[in-house]
T-cell receptor, first 116, second 112 residues
Framework: AQSVTQPDIHITVSEGASLELRCNYS??????LFWYVQSPGQGLQLLLK??????LVQGIKGFEAEFKRSQSSFNLRKPSVHWSDAAEYFCAVVSLFSGGYNKLIFGAGTRLAVHP | NAGVTQTPKFRVLKTGQSMTLLCAQDMNHEYMYWYRQDPGMGLRLIHY???????AKGEVPDGYNVSRLKKQNFLLGLESAAPSQTSVYFC???????????FGPGTRLTVT
């Protein structure tokens, strides 16, 4: 079955430190992958997406992610974290169905705390 | 251009009461989705619609009904609320053939 795993439930980093959030997927075909961010009390905002091509994708707010097919991973990175990055981060994969509705399968999320 | 809006933002229901959540979009997207978000479980698909007048079940449809009478609106109904339906509900839209989904701000529902 298709699934997305985010191994880290909580991560705490110091402001200015680098960040890597892990995401592993299980999917039989070429995946279409997303990272979303959810600030407290807010909806989900798209950070970046991977459909094909260059395996290193750039997103908003200084985030990037690298697709590694051999490791079934799509890890999110940021070189220097800001206090405003404290939020919950979700990795998702598109599940393609013949019916065409193409739902998103989400990981459980990683909650990021940033220490000053 | 409001994007995706949800009404209401918060609601408290007693067990057995009914209510309807409204999702409205002004992007003319064909596809609309209702998800629920629970701690440690990410988002799970409740129902979806591939166009006006169509609806279908997602992963966790029990206890919910939906309607899409107009392209821009997608309604989620709870006929007899249960405490297990305490959750945050998100609506999302998608424009075919893109895979990207756009989310509303959410509705926090508590059933006591």
């Amino acid at each position: 079955a298709q699934s997305v795993t985010q191994p880290d439930i909580h991560i705490t980093v110091s402001e200015g430190a680098s960040l890597e959030l892990r995401c592993n997927y299980s999917y039989g075909a070429t995946p279409y992958l997303f990272w979303y961010v959810q600030s407290p009390g807010q909806g989900l905002q798209l950070l970046l997406k991977y459909f094909s091509g260059d395996t290193l994708v750039q997103g908003i707010k200084g985030f990037e992610a690298e697709f590694k097919r051999s490791q079934s991973s799509f890890n999110l990175r940021k070189p220097s974290v800001h206090w405003s990055d404290a939020a919950e981060y979700f990795c998702a994969v598109v599940s393609l169905f013949s019916g065409g509705y193409n739902k998103l399968i989400f990981g459980a999320g990683t909650r990021l705390a940033v220490h000053p | 251009n409001a994007g995706v809006t949800q009404t209401p933002k918060f609601r408290v229901l007693k067990t057995g009461q009914s209510m309807t959540l409204l999702c409205a979009q002004d992007m003319n997207h064909e596809y609309m989705y209702w998800y629920r978000q629970d701690p440690g479980m990410g988002l799970r698909l409740i129902h979806y619609s591939v166009g006006e007048g169509t609806t279908a079940k997602g992963e966790v449809p029990d206890g919910y009904n939906v309607s899409r009478l107009k392209k821009q609106n997608f309604l989620l109904g709870l006929e007899s609320a249960a405490p297990s339906q305490t959750s945050v509900y998100f609506c999302a839209t998608r424009d075919n053939p893109s895979y990207e989904q756009y989310f509303g701000p959410g509705t926090r529902l508590t059933v006591t």
